[in-house]
Each structure stands twice: as structure tokens, then as C-alpha cells.
């Protein structure tokens, strides 16, 4: 268990850590479990004034998306997939209250699981605000309004991110919202706008197209998913669309007006200025550190251009004892990425040994198909000049996959000429996000695609499908062409 009597005193701790997201609780957990006296600073209130632990993936990020992403994949699937299985349903009806019901429960249970581990792990949660102050004392303000100050031989910052709002188009409830504000729509908008083709963008898009809104995806860049791998973001923007979702590239919104209950979005594209009517807009340009009364004067800890923490490789601030970790730092936003840091940190601060390996994080889209990639894309192995050979299988291929009715997609390994190390996978398919792992672990092992040539996947499995691209890699592929 977690020791009392260093530094002393009941609001003295070895580690503090401000925020509890996904970044924030697993350091905290992590710093418990190497015998040190933690404290976790967490603010999140939720909208009904209830606060919570786990930051915007438990709250209105990453699990309340996939609550909602599972459940109209099986409501669309009832409805377009059943009768080519032989299923006959009478009719099949949408209860959103219900639907939203369960994705609020789910919610519930994940973060009040955060209690109880904190709980066992020995870890004080502290609900409130901190703020850093000089020589690693952290002013702490409770809900309530009392004020404390508390003392730490480190201090882990984990404030998160908040999204980014578009100077031409501000949020402005109920109708132009952020993503929070699109995962609680209480009735299917007739016809939704959705700004930024990035991934919550296109997850948020794919809900309420499933639930039969007529959607519209404006990017601005010319290409889609512009930093994945281009053929798999060709093949993923082909089944979107074929899927009802009108997306339209290289057009940058400059706009938007709410008038009798609509909203009207101004837009330009290659053609000039062009127009397009909807009922609600979800702004989904992207993320920014927050660290909004996080730092005191004089603290040493320093931002950036962008406004996130200034760390090393191994998360430390400018100031000594003083840490920063997930969203508010640099690096991909992604839950696991701010996991794996919290982590290390913990780790570190405890003399044990601990790093992110930030070439092997994996990325996944929970679109249908799913899309995931961890490494290098084809157009980046090409730029680095080094010699490479790429396989390729189409899940059309692939016994379960067809089992499945989900045969759209494929999976791409990338290797060097040279030694055959895997230089990146790409998968647009079912379960891509499941199937990506067994990559990450070959990558992480500095595994070469011979590797997992002669490593056995179960039939039928989805699996195969990797196993098959490496194959593929040397044109020794079994169960497809090989080209
Ligand atoms: P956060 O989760 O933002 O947590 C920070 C916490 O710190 C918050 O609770 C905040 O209130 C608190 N805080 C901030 N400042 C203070 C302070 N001064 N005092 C006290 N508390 C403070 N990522 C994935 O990997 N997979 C996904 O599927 C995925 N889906 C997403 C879907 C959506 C719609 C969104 C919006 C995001 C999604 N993300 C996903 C991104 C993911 O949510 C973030 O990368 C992740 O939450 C970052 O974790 P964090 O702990 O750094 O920050
Ligand atoms: P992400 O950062 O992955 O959440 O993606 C956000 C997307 O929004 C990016 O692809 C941006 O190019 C896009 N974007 C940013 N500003 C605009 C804008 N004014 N109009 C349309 N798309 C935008």
C-alpha cells in the first residue's frame, strides 16, 4: 500500500496529478502501485452538474462515440443486412431516448469504475480544480469553493483538450454544437452538417446517417484523411459515400448563420462560394491543449506556439518535479498515447524503468468499415527514399469476412526491401481496430512481415487477412492474387 509518512502531513503526497482522463488516472494508478501517496485533481463536471472522473474519453469522447457507433451499426444492419441472412424482422423501429439511455449507463458504470479503482489502488480523488504553483504546491478548489493548497515531489499536469471552435462558425446550441453537443441530439436531425472529415467528424457523420440523417462532410483539405495512407483513405472515402455520406473535399466553411431553426452554411471550393442548408452543424475541426488556470505565476513550466506543455521524450516540463502528459502535450491525441505516458511517468518518478514508443501508436477510425494503421504510410516510406514492397489482401477473400456479410476493405503491410522489417499496416475492414493489434505487437518487436508469414492464424478468422497481406508482401499469397 501506498506509504503515509513522506513528505508528511495529510496534504503532503509524493505525486499529484491535475486532471483524470485516460492520461491522468492510469499515472495516478500506476504511481499508487509503486508504493508512492497520490492525488488526483479532476474538474469534469458533466451537464447535469455531476462530476466525474475520466476526462472527455469516459464523459464525451471515446466510450459515449462507440456506445452510440455500436448501436446504429446494429439498428442499420437490422434494417439493410438481415434479409440477405434469410432474417425477416417486422419492422424495426428507432427509441433514440432508449439508445441514449444506454449510452449514458455506459458512461456512468465507466467512470465510476475510476472511483473504485482509485479506491483499491489507495490513490485520493480530489473533485475541483488545481492550479501549479511555484516549488510543486498545487492550489486546490473543491466544488464546493473551498481552497487548499497541497504539497508534491512531482506534479503530473494532465489537463486534457477542449475542441477547437471555428471563428466563422461558433458553437451556438442547439444548432451549431461541438462534438459533446452531437453525441446528445435528442431527435435525428433531418439533415446534419458535419465540419472536418477528421475522425470524430466522420464517426459523429456515420451515427446520424446510420439513424437516416441526410448528411453533409465539408473538408477543406483537397484530400480525404489526408494524414493516412492514401489507399486505404480511397477506399474508405468510396464505401462513405456509398453509404449516403455526402462528402465534399476542398471546401473551406466560412460561415454560418441560424435562421428559423436552420442553419446555413457558407462554404467555397474549387467552384467559389457555395451554400448548403441543415438543421443542426457539428463543428469537428479539431482539438486544442487546454490548460486554461492550470499554471500559476512563475512556475517554470513553459507552452508552446500551439499552447501545449513544453516536455522532453520522457514528459518532463522545464520545471523539476513537474510533468505533463496526454492531449495537453505534443503528439497524436489518442487515449492510449495519453495512457502510456501517464504510465511512464509513474514509472519513472518511481526509479523504474519506463517509455513511449511514439513510432508504434496505433489510430483507429470506428467507422463501417473500421479503419486502423499503426506506422509509416506508403507515401511517407516512399518520401524517407528507402527501398519497400507492400501486400495487400481484400477481405472479398476472406472466408469470415464474407461469413460476416462484411467483406468490404483490405489489410496492407509495408516492409523494407533491405530487411523486411514491418514498416507500417493499414486496414480498412471489419474489426480493423482489433486486427491492428497483432501488427503493433509484430512492430513493437521490430518483427519482419517473414514473421508473421510463418506464424499461424486460426481459420476462418479475420486474422488471416493480416497474416495473407504479409504473404502477400513476398507474392507468396495463398488465398488471393497475387498482385
Ligand atoms: P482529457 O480526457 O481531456 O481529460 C482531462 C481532464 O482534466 C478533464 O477531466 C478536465 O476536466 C481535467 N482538468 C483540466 N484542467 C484541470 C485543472 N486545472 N484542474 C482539475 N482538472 C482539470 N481517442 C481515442 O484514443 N480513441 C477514440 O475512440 C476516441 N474517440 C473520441 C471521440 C470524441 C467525440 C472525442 C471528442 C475524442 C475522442 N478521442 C478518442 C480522443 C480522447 O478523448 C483524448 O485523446 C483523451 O481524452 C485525452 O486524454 P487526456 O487525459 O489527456 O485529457
Ligand atoms: P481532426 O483534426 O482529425 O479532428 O480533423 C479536423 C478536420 O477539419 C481537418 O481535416 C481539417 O482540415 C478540417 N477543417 C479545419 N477547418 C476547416 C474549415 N474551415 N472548413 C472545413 N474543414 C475544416
Known amino acids: 500500500m501506498p506509504t503515509n509518512d513522506k513528505p508528511g ?4 503526497f509524493d505525486v499529484i496529478v491535475i486532471g483524470g482522463g485516460p492520461a491522468g488516472y492510469p499515472c495516478a494508478i500506476r504511481a499508487a502501485q509503486n508504493q508512492l501517496r497520490v492525488a488526483c485533481i479532476d474538474e469534469w463536471k458533466n451537464r447535469d452538474g455531476s462530476a466525474a472522473f475520466g476526462g472527455t474519453c469516459l464523459n464525451a469522447g ?45 458512461v456512468k458504470g465507466m467512470t465510476g469504475g475510476i472511483l473504485a479503482l482509485f479506491k483499491a489502488a489507495g490513490v485520493t480523488p480530489l473533485q475541483g ?29 494532465a489537463s486534457g483538450s477542449v475542441p477547437i471552435e471555428l471563428r466563422s462558425a461558433p458553437f451556438k446550441a442547439p444548432h451549431v454544437v461541438d462534438s459533446w453537443g452531437a453525441l446528445d441530439f435528442e431527435a435525428v436531425p433531418k439533415r446534419l452538417g458535419v465540419i472536418g472529415a477528421g475522425v470524430i467528424g466522420l464517426e ?51 460561415g454560418a448563420t441560424v435562421a428559423g431553426g436552420a442553419v446555413d452554411v457558407a462554404y467555397s471550393d474549387a467552384k467559389g462560394a457555395q451554400h448548403v442548408a441543415v438543421d443542426r452543424l457539428v463543428v469537428a475541426i479539431g482539438r486544442r491543449p487546454y490548460t486554461g488556470e492550470l499554471l500559476g505565476a512563475d512556475t517554470g513550466v513553459e507552452l508552446d506556439e500551439r499552447g501545449f506543455i513544453t516536455v522532453d521524450h520522457s514528459c518532463r516540463t522545464g520545471a523539476e518535479g513537474v510533468w ?40 483507429v477510425v470506428y467507422t463501417a468499415p473500421e479503419i486502423a ?24 477473400a476472406s472466408a469470415r469476412a464474407r461469413a460476416m456479410e462484411q467483406a468490404a476493405g483490405f489489410a496492407k503491410i509495408i516492409a523494407a526491401r533491405d530487411d523486411d522489417e ?13 486486427l491492428i493489434a497483432e501488427t503493433v505487437l509484430a512492430m513493437e518487436y521490430s518483427a519482419s512481415s517473414e514473421d508473421l508469414q510463418r506464424t499461424i492464424h486460426a481459420h476462418p478468422t479475420l486474422s488471416e487477412a493480416v497474416h495473407e497481406a504479409a504473404l502477400n508482401a513476398d507474392k507468396r499469397a495463398i488465398d488471393s492474387l497475387n498482385r
Open 373 to 396: 494503421w499503426v506506422g509509416l504510410t506508403e507515401e511517407q516510406v516512399k518520401a524517407s527514399g528507402r527501398e519497400y514492397k507492400t501486400g495487400v489482401f481484400p477481405f472479398q
Open 422 to 434: 514491418i514498416l507500417g499496416v493499414h486496414i480498412v475492414g471489419p474489426m480493423a481496430g482489433e
Open 62 to 106: 471515446c466510450i459515449p462515440s462507440k456506445a452510440l457507433l455500436e448501436s446504429t451499426e446494429l439498428y442499420h444492419r437490422a434494417r439493410e443486412e438481415f434479409a440477405t441472412h434469410g432474417i425477416g424482422v417486422a419492422a424495426v423501429s428507432l427509441d433514440l431516448a432508449q439508445m441514449q439511455k444506454r449510452k449514458a449507463s455506459i
Open 9 to 12: 502531513g495529510p496534504d503532503s
Open 324 to 363: 505533463a502528459v496526454g492531449d495537453c502535450v505534443r503528439g497524436p491525441m489518442l487515449a492510449h498515447k495519453g495512457k502510456e505516458e501517464g504510465v511512464m511517468v509513474a514509472d519513472v518518478i518511481a526509479g523504474r524503468y519506463g517509455e513511449v514508443n511514439y513510432k508504434v501508436i496505433p489510430a
Open 129 to 157: 480544480h488545481g492550479k501549479l504553483l511555484p516549488g510543486r504546491r498545487v492550489q486546490f478548489t473543491a466544488h464546493d469553493g473551498a481552497r487548499r493548497e497541497l504539497a508534491a515531489r512531482h506534479v503530473v499536469l
Open 204 to 254: 459523429l457523420g456515420s451515427v446520424w446517417r446510420r439513424l437516416g440523417a441526410e448528411v453533409t462532410v465539408l473538408e477543406a483539405l483537397p484530400d480525404f484523411l489526408a494524414f493516412a495512407d492514401q489507399q486505404l483513405a480511397r477506399e474508405a472515402l468510396r464505401h462513405f459515400r456509398k453509404q449516403g455520406l455526402d462528402i465534399r473535399l476542398g471546401a473551406k466553411v466560412t
